[in-house]
């Protein structure tokens, strides 16, 4: 089973508009959660992390976590053709001896 | 600054034939450090962990083997490749921080 999941798996966003994206855990031994964006034929780069409940805001990029239900969300407002990317949400389980990922969702951002 | 360097970049292999894929970290002494793989259009599997010399811990079992040489290499190889070990190789060091990723290594096995 996997143990972090993410929804939607695919998004078609206007230039402009918001993109909303969620990942879960199912495992409480998950703590840390961190974002990346993996553009096609690249390697995954870290876009946000968050560690405690709350709401967390990078200039386009706003990330939230919910510890208790061991979910976070990434919003992207105004987006843009280069955000079309493969978001990756990433937990670390016990303690850093895995980092498990979410099987990602990818958006496009149309002109 | 930690900077993470995988060769080679690429790689076209027989299956049947061995390979090795390196990773080198500098900037970062007793990194914890992974390998994973990655299909086309899918999400990264972790395949090893190691925290140091000596000690590399697998994840799952693909048919490959991982070793730390030294504090600042990983090596990821198999004596014979399959079809199915065809994909992206990514080396990443992480812990406390966000994992960070090296250019990573396309690998096809025909």
């Known amino acids: 089973q996997q143990k972090v999941q993410q929804s939607p798996e695919s998004l078609i966003v206007p230039e402009g508009g918001m993109a909303s994206l969620n990942c879960t855990s199912s495992d409480r031994n998950v703590d840390y959660f961190w974002w990346y964006r993996q553009h096609s034929g690249k390697s995954p780069k870290m876009l946000m992390s968050i560690f405690s409940n709350g709401e967390k805001e990078e200039g386009r990029f706003t990330v939230h976590l919910n510890k208790a239900s061991l979910h976070t969300s990434l919003h992207i407002r105004d987006s843009q053709p280069s955000d079309s990317a493969l978001y990756l949400c990433a937990g670390r389980y016990q303690g850093g001896r895995a980092l498990i990922f979410g099987t990602g969702t990818t958006v496009s951002v149309s002109p | 600054a930690q900077t993470i360097h995988q060769w080679p970049v690429a790689e076209i292999k027989a299956v049947g034939s061995p390979l090795s894929l390196g990773c080198t970290i500098k900037?970062?002494?007793?990194?914890?450090l992974y390998w994973y793989w990655q299909a086309t259009g899918g999400t990264l599997q972790q395949l090893f962990y190691s925290i140091t010399v000596g000690q590399v811990e697998s994840v799952v079992q693909l048919n490959l083997s991982a070793s730390r040489p030294k504090d600042d290499q990983f090596i990821l190889s198999t004596e014979k490749l399959l079809l199915s070990h065809s994909g992206f190789y990514l080396c990443?060091?992480?812990?406390?921080?966000?994992?960070?990723f090296g250019e990573g290594t396309r690998l096809s096995v025909l």
């Open positions: 900037g970062k002494s007793s990194p914890n």
């Open positions: 990443a060091w992480g812990g406390q921080q966000a994992p960070l």
